[in-house]
C-alpha cells in the first residue's frame, strides 16, 4: 500500500513571493505517477502539475514546478510568483502505473495555502 | 461540455436513512471514480468503474455502500442506514482512456444529523 504525507497543513505566503509545498511518500513500487491537485474554496478539484516517476527531469508548468527526489521519496511543489487565485488547499497525491483500480489516487492530506495581498 | 456534474451539491439526512448520489462524467470518458473527502483531509478513493463494469469495489467503506453505473455513463452511490460517520464531502471523478488526468465534480456535502 501507498502512503502520502503532507507535513504542513497551512502556509501563507505573500503575493507575488515564491513558496514551496512539501510532500513525502511510501511506496514498494517502481513505476507510478506524482500530482499536485489543486482545491480552491468552494470549486472543484483540478490537476496543476504531473511527474513520472520514470523521468528524472523536474516537470515545470508556468508558474509551478516541481522538486522529485525518486531516491528519497519527496515531491515538493514550488509556485513562483504567487497569485491571489492560487489560494487554495493543495493536495499531493499518487498513483500506481499498473493497476486493477485505474487511475486510483492516493492522497496526502493536504495543505491549505493562504496568498496574502 | 460543463464538466463532471454531481447531484444534490448538498444532502442532510436523519441517520438511518437511505441516500442515493448521482455523477454525470465527462461525456467521451469511460473511466469514472467515487471518493470520499472528511472534513480537513485528502479524499479517500472508493470504488472505480470502467464504463459499465465496476472494476475495483474492495475499499467501499462497509456493505452500506454501493455503486452502479449502469449504462457506462452516469453513476451513482448509495448508501443505506446511513450513520453520523458517514458525513463528508463525497466526490465523483473521471478520466478518458489512455489519460492519467483526473477530472473531478465538486461533490456532494452529506450530512447526517
Known amino acids: 500500500a501507498q502512503t502520502v504525507t503532507q507535513s504542513q497543513p497551512e502556509m501563507s505566503v505573500q503575493e507575488a513571493e515564491t513558496v514551496t509545498l512539501s510532500c513525502t511518500y511510501d511506496?514498494?513500487?517502481?513505476?507510478?505517477?506524482l500530482f499536485w491537485y489543486k482545491q480552491p474554496p468552494s470549486r472543484q478539484m483540478i490537476l496543476v502539475i504531473r511527474?513520472?516517476?520514470?523521468?528524472?527531469q523536474n516537470a515545470t508548468e508556468n508558474r509551478f514546478s516541481v522538486n522529485f527526489q525518486k531516491a528519497a521519496k519527496s515531491f515538493s511543489l514550488k509556485i513562483s510568483d504567487s497569485q491571489l487565485g492560487d489560494t487554495a488547499m493543495y493536495f499531493c497525491?499518487?498513483?500506481?502505473?499498473?493497476?486493477?483500480?485505474?487511475?486510483?489516487?492516493?492522497f496526502g492530506g493536504g495543505t491549505r495555502l493562504m496568498v496574502k495581498p | 461540455d460543463t464538466g463532471v456534474s454531481q447531484d444534490p451539491r448538498h444532502k442532510i439526512t436523519k441517520r438511518g436513512q437511505n441516500v442515493t448520489f448521482r455523477c454525470d462524467p465527462i461525456?467521451?470518458?469511460?473511466?469514472l471514480y467515487w471518493y470520499r473527502q472528511t472534513l480537513g483531509q485528502g479524499p479517500e478513493f472508493l470504488t472505480y468503474?470502467?464504463?459499465?463494469?465496476?472494476?475495483?469495489k474492495s475499499r467501499l467503506l462497509s456493505d452500506r455502500f454501493s455503486a452502479e453505473r449502469p449504462k457506462g455513463s452516469f453513476s451513482t452511490l448509495e448508501i443505506q442506514r446511513t450513520e453520523q460517520g458517514d458525513s463528508a464531502m463525497y466526490l465523483c471523478?473521471?478520466?478518458?482512456?489512455?489519460?492519467?488526468?483526473?477530472?473531478f465534480g465538486q461533490g456532494t456535502r452529506l450530512t447526517v444529523v
Open positions: 471523478a473521471s478520466s478518458p482512456q489512455g489519460s492519467t488526468e483526473a477530472f
Open positions: 511506496t514498494s513500487e517502481n513505476n507510478y505517477y
Open positions: 511527474q513520472e516517476a520514470y523521468k528524472q
Open positions: 497525491a499518487f498513483m500506481k502505473r499498473y493497476s486493477n483500480a485505474g487511475n486510483m489516487l492516493t
Open positions: 461525456s467521451e470518458h469511460n473511466r
Open positions: 468503474f470502467q464504463n459499465e463494469a465496476q472494476l475495483e
